[in-house]
T-cell receptor, first 117, second 108 residues
Framework: NAGVTQTPKFRVLKTGQSMTLLCAQD?????MYWYRQDPGMGLRLIHY???????AKGEVPDGYNVSRLKKQNFLLGLESAAPSQTSVYFC????????????????FGNGTRLTVT | AQRVTQPEKLLSVFKGAPVELKCNYS??????LFWYVQYSRQRLQLLLR??SRESIKGFTADLNKGETSFHLKKPFAQEEDSAMYYC??????????FGSGTQLTVLP
């Protein structure tokens, strides 16, 4: 049981390049989330998904796209990277058919450190 | 809208001293509140949650609906408690909102 796995762990992009961050969970969780962590600003929600085939915008969605084609995977895409997207990105998941999603805790990945030059 | 405020970005205490990390929230309904911790070079993990009313690693947190607060407390801080602490609010089954975090340093 690996929990939540994020790839890659590190990445350096040039302005205008694109990339996809992959998040995979093996806990049969319904809800998945992408956050970015910046100094002094805590964790801010980018996009989230309440189930396979569904996505929704969070607090800071601009410049990002997501897809949830399979229940276990949640992909975060940057189509044209900007220096403002330099951050640490965390994926998280929670809630299955047994647990209530309302008060179940989040399980986090190890994070992806992205630098855009 | 739901909002979480952690007024202290940095907090330093000496080993053995009491510690309190403040968290205030804004939400019109009945929220579920959590404390998450991130130790150096580790992933974020759940420390405790309001609904469980438990004590983890000596930490406790009481929900005060009148003051809309969920402060984290420990009577005697240990050096291994040094970490980043985040307060979080779940106001619906969908979104979890985090505060900006408090970096706790326990001095020897």
């Amino acid at each position: 049981n690996a929990g939540v796995t994020q790839t890659p762990k590190f990445r350096v992009l040039k302005t205008g390049q694109s990339m996809t961050l992959l998040c995979a969970q093996d806990m049969n969780h319904e809800y998945m989330y992408w956050y970015r962590q910046d100094p002094g600003m805590g964790l801010r929600l980018i996009h989230y998904s309440v189930g396979e085939g569904t996505t929704a915008k969070g607090e800071v969605p601009d410049g990002y796209n997501v897809s949830r084609l399979k229940k276990q995977n949640f992909l975060l895409g940057l189509e044209s990277a900007a220096p403002s997207q330099t951050s640490v990105y965390f994926c998280a998941s929670r809630g299955n058919r047994v647990q209530s999603s309302y008060n179940s805790p989040l399980h986090f990945g190890n994070g992806t450190r992205l630098t855009v030059t | 809208a739901q909002r979480v405020t952690q007024p202290e970005k940095l907090l330093s205490v000496f080993k053995g001293a009491p510690v309190e990390l403040k968290c205030n929230y804004s939400y019109s309904g009945s929220p579920e509140l959590f404390w998450y911790v991130q130790y150096s070079r580790q992933r974020l993990q759940l420390l405790l949650r309001h609904i469980s009313r438990e004590s983890i690693k000596g930490f406790t947190a009481d929900l005060n609906k009148g003051e809309t607060s969920f402060h984290l407390k420990k009577p005697f801080a240990q050096e291994e408690d040094s970490a980043m602490y985040y307060c979080a609010l779940s106001g619906s089954a969908r979104q979890l909102t985090f505060g900006s975090g408090t970096q706790l340093t326990v001095l020897p």
